[in-house]
């Protein structure tokens, strides 16, 4: 098959959270399993990826113009096609947000017309440029007008949605809209992109996508209810019919304690030696050194959504018994301050690094005992599965991927870290102070540890789902007369 992947986030080179692992390893594993992919990507802040010689080329004179690609082979089957131009590229800060932390006023008529772009140039039949794709693969909301247009220019085209974030709707006024072009009819509520006096570039997508995914099987039923659905619950359960909830594998290269570069010791299954070194150094380099109770850490973008109001509740007590806890992370401005704040009123004993450092992540995964996840909600995460791959046990609020990924350790025979159900500040500690009772018997521990890190999380399994649903599609398309 040839799959065209649309993208707002590509790792190594545009990350901004774990959509950037996923479109990037999810894209390496289909082509290892012998399909073609083209990743679209639009490039966006200060730091352009290496864009090596190959082809470029500009938009033609139907739609938009000023649309600038260049192409990268990352392999035989795999291509990136880097976007730039018409408003992209040239400012700093991120897909989403300037460097301040807003975001950007004209985020959506940037992707809108992107999504136009795409549709009549690289995808349609017409089209001058591109792959000629079988079908086309959105991630999240900027990619979301896309199955729009497609429906508006009458291509016959398969597309598959998929959510890895319900609460980032792409919102939008109606004047818009108008400059975006598109007719008039596709401004309702019942079958349009209206959503409560806005519009909304992700219901577009949940509309007029032939198939919609989200990342792991328990937020596709708690997308369905209003505690989760964001105002979407209503149109997502008219496609109940057409939603699967595939779990996001990760990369096992890149997250591979063996062979990590960022390591200063390698370690695995069978000799965990190099963990207890790394650990030693992440609480030297960090000054955490002494305490007499487990490392544990906290990686994440700062967004309500991540549960740190939680964490900082209950990090004096953890503190108090002898636990250590360092912080990596960047997001909204306030939550970095009283991070800051909390670090200074308990020096030697908890680190916030407001940064975002993939050496650090590394790092930090490694090191650490457990890892701390309080989410509000989360579609997959993909820190608590890095964390069992480097024998570190998470703690987590049964949600989402989470719980899809993590089974109690004092329940479960066959535990892989440790949760709580009731999203409260009691229940988060009580977990964590089973955690460390496990974590003071460290016959009980290593156990756990090796179970954890002989978890497949590879996307060689995971990845044949999508192929499923690709299939499946195809088959559909290509039976249906004419
Ligand atoms: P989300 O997609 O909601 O951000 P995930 O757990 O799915 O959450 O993925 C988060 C990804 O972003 C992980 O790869 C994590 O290591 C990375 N990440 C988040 N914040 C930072 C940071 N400050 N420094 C380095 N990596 C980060």
Redesign the pocket.
């Known amino acids: 098959m040839r799959i065209a992947f649309v993208t707002p986030e590509l790792?190594p080179w545009i990350?901004?959270?774990?959509?950037?692992?996923?479109s990037a390893s999810l894209a390496r594993a289909l082509s290892d399993l012998g399909h073609t992919i083209q990743v679209m990507v639009p490039v966006t802040g200060p730091e352009s990826p290496p864009r090596e010689a190959g082809i470029a080329g500009s938009s033609g004179t139907s739609g938009p113009t000023g649309f600038i690609w260049q192409i990268t082979r990352i392999s035989t089957r795999l291509e990136v096609v880097w976007i730039s131009g018409a408003g992209f590229s040239d400012r700093v800060g991120g897909p989403y947000a300037q460097l301040s932390g807003e975001e950007w006023p004209d985020g959506v008529l940037r992707y809108g017309r992107l999504c136009e772009m795409l549709a009549r140039t690289w995808i349609s039949p017409q089209g001058r440029w591109g792959l000629r794709p079988d079908l086309v693969h959105v991630h999240d909301w900027p990619g979301g007008l896309l199955p729009l247009w497609i429906h508006s220019l009458g291509i016959p085209l398969p597309t598959v949605f998929t959510i890895?974030?319900l609460a980032y709707r792409g919102l939008f006024p109606h004047d818009v809209f108008e400059r975006l072009g598109l007719a008039p009819e596709y401004w309702r509520t019942e079958g349009g992109v209206e959503f409560y006096g806005s519009g909304s570039c992700l219901k577009a997508g949940l509309i007029f996508a032939s198939q919609l995914t989200t990342?792991s099987p328990s937020y596709a039923r708690e997308i369905l209810t209003p505690a989760f659905g964001n105002g979407l619950e209503g149109v997502l359960g008219k496609r109940t019919a057409n939603l699967t909830g595939i779990l996001?594998g990760i990369d096992t290269d890149t997250w591979n304690p063996a062979t990590d570069p960022y390591l200063p010791a390698g370690y695995d299954l069978n000799d965990l030696s190099g963990k207890e070194q790394c650990r030693r150094v992440l609480a030297e380099r960090r000054g955490l050194a002494g305490g007499d109770g487990p490392l544990a850490a906290f990686?994440?973008?700062?967004?309500e959504?991540?549960g740190i109001d939680r964490l900082m509740e209950i990090a004096p007590e953890l503190v108090s018994r002898g636990w250590r806890l360092v912080i990596?992370?960047?997001?909204m401005p306030d939550v970095e301050r009283r991070l800051a704040d909390l670090a200074g009123q308990h020096p030697g004993k908890i680190r916030a690094?407001?940064?975002?450092?993939?050496p650090?992540?590394h790092l930090i995964?490694a090191g650490a005992d457990v890892f701390l996840?309080p989410?509000h909600f989360?579609?997959?995460?993909?820190?608590?599965q890095?964390s069992q791959r480097y024998g570190t046990l998470p703690i987590v609020h049964a949600v989402g991927?989470l719980r899809d990924t993590v089974q109690d350790a004092d329940r479960e025979l066959h535990g892989t870290g440790f949760r709580y159900e009731t999203d409260s500040s009691e229940s988060f500690l009580s977990a964590c102070l089973r955690a460390e009772g496990a974590w003071r018997d460290p016959v009980r521990w290593r156990v756990l540890q090796r179970r954890v890190m002989s978890i497949d999380s590879s996307w060689q399994t995971r990845a044949r789902a999508y192929l499923r649903i690709y299939e499946d599609l195809l088959a559909n398309a290509s039976s249906t007369p004419s």
């Open positions: 790792a990350k901004v959270g774990g959509l950037a692992d996923v890895h974030n990342v996001n990686i994440g973008r700062l967004a959504q991540k990596l992370g960047r997001g690094l407001i940064e975002h450092s993939e650090w992540a995964e996840m989410s989360e579609p997959c995460g993909l820190n608590q890095y991927g």
